[in-house]
Nanobody
């Protein structure tokens, strides 16, 4: 069983930046893996923030376009989310996910990391 471990969350002022990382304990990031960052704020449903495919195509939810950047280093088994110009409404627990969309061999989730944007 592969584990995903998020890091990089914390408290930041509005307008600030954070970089989240999601490290996998095994070699799961490949051309058949789509991975993404989700977030869940109190009282709200979990939503997809950004995703990246095995061919490194990316997509973002509208509210973070131009502010967040998703990337992945397959050799290091790590995915990142660079978050700039943070807003209070970005406050949430952020989760990483990795799934094999071709062979359906796995669908892993991390435990989550808290991001709080507040002055």
């Amino acid at each position: 069983q592969v584990q995903l471990v998020e890091s990089g969350g914390g408290l930041v002022q509005p307008g600030g930046s954070l970089r989240l990382a999601c490290a996998a304990s095994g070699n799961i990031f490949s051309i058949s893996t789509t991975s993404g960052w989700y977030r869940q704020a109190p009282g709200k449903q979990r939503e997809l923030v950004a995703a990246i495919t095995g061919l490194f195509y990316t997509n973002y939810t509208d509210s973070v376009k131009g502010r967040f950047t998703i990337s992945r280093d397959n050799a290091k088994n790590t995915m990142y989310l660079q978050m700039d110009t943070l807003k209070p409404e970005d406050t949430a627990v952020y989760y990483c996910n990795a799934k094999d969309v071709v062979y359906k061999r796995f669908d892993y989730w991390g435990q989550g990391t808290q991001v709080t944007v507040s002055s």
